[in-house]
């Protein structure tokens, strides 16, 4: 399974990106996909996640900016960021629960994977 992260870029503050996160390989299911983000000498932090396509969760920090979807059918997470600010400046990663075989009763393993990280980059 891989994840392929792409969006990233330099934006002035205010303005908007699009990250999109595809994954890979031999995958069957995925459960939970999300975005988590980190800046030099901080641990990464959750951005958002989605499980299944309803139910999605925020940072604080980024409720009412920030828009997490997927597309099933193509295995993919996009994150929607307006009104960027200064401090949303960080590596993006994407992560999925995925599954690419099944135990002997017939469940899904599922394991975590990460994409490569994005770079987003607000200008003030």
């Known amino acids: 399974v891989q994840l392929q992260a792409s969006g990233g870029g330099l934006v002035q503050a205010g303005g908007s990106l699009r990250l999109s996160c595809a994954g890979s390989?031999?995958?069957?299911?995925?459960?939970?996909m999300g975005w988590y983000r980190q800046v030099p000498g901080k641990q990464r932090e959750l951005v958002a996640t989605?499980?299944?396509?309803?139910?999605?969760n925020y940072a604080d920090s980024v409720k009412g900016r920030f828009t997490i979807s997927r597309d099933n059918a193509k295995n993919t997470v996009y994150l929607q960021m307006s009104s960027l600010k200064p401090e949303d400046t960080a590596v993006y990663y994407c992560?999925?629960?995925?599954?690419?075989?099944?135990?002997?009763?017939?469940?899904?393993?599922?394991?975590?994977?990460w994409g490569q990280g994005t770079q987003v980059t607000v200008s003030s």
């Open positions: 992560k999925a629960s995925a599954a690419y075989y099944k135990d002997i009763y017939g469940r899904p393993v599922y394991s975590d994977y």
């Open positions: 390989g031999s995958i069957f299911s995925i459960n939970d």
């Open positions: 989605i499980v299944g396509g309803s139910s999605k």
